[in-house]
């Protein structure tokens, strides 16, 4: 089944984005005009993984965003990085980002209501997010005016590395460590 497993590199290869099992499993069983099995896949995939984890290859298989992706290893991360720095209009500003981690919390939600939560415009924000699709626009609100509700699109996901919304920090993440300079104790 060494065959099986160059097709499913080379479907991984030209997806831009992590592509689902489901996605593999339906373009090999219209290929080959026969059910490929999910575990049969899995399988492959797994082979396909330690296969790329060695010394060898500057890259590996890796499960991100609900589906599989092929990524540059940590040990190219500086050279990576030099390309990056010359692609640096798809970094995000801190009020982009700001605006970003309300809709990802908050969502579904209305501009408006980021605004409330900001206290400054989030236009621009709200915009280049749009532009850079890792928002959505997810509907209409049923209040006076029915507002747009903006939530995150699976690009957002995939930029992140996560596979759902409930991998995101929790505030409790967050809290406070004990005897900061500025606070009391008892």
């Known amino acids: 089944m060494d065959f099986l497993h160059?097709?499913?590199?080379?479907?991984?290869?030209?997806?831009?984005?992590?592509?689902?099992?489901?996605?593999?499993?339906?373009?090999?069983?219209?290929?080959?005009d026969a059910e490929i099995p999910v575990d049969q896949l899995e399988n492959a995939l797994q082979d396909i993984s330690e296969k790329y984890r060695g010394d060898d290859f500057?890259?590996?298989?890796?499960?991100?965003?609900?589906?599989?992706?092929?990524l540059t290893k940590p040990a190219y991360q500086s050279s990576i990085s030099i390309?990056?720095?010359?692609?640096s209009q798809r970094r995000l500003s801190s009020a982009q980002l700001?605006?970003?981690?309300?809709?990802?919390?908050?969502?579904p939600i209305t501009k408006s209501e980021m605004e409330q939560i900001r206290?400054?415009?989030?236009?621009?924000?709200?915009?280049?997010?749009?532009?850079?699709?890792?928002?959505?626009?997810?509907?209409?609100?049923?209040?006076?005016?029915k507002p747009l509700l903006y939530g995150t699109s699976q690009k957002f996901m995939d930029y992140f590395g996560i596979n759902d919304l409930k991998d995101l920090p929790q505030p409790k993440d967050f809290a406070?460590?004990?005897?900061?300079?500025?606070?009391?104790?008892?």
């Open 58 to 70: 500057a890259f590996s298989l890796e499960k991100i965003g609900g589906g599989y992706l092929f």
């Open 83 to 87: 390309l990056l720095k010359h692609q």
């Open 98 to 107: 700001e605006t970003l981690s309300i809709i990802a919390y908050k969502q």
């Open 176 to 186: 406070e460590e004990e005897n900061q300079i500025g606070n009391q104790t008892d």
């Open 6 to 32: 160059r097709h499913i590199e080379a479907l991984i290869f030209c997806s831009q984005e992590p592509l689902p099992v489901a996605d593999i499993q339906r373009c090999l069983s219209e290929m080959f």
């Open 119 to 145: 206290g400054v415009n989030c236009d621009y924000s709200v915009q280049k997010l749009l532009e850079k699709e890792l928002i959505a626009i997810k509907g209409k609100s049923d209040t006076v005016g």
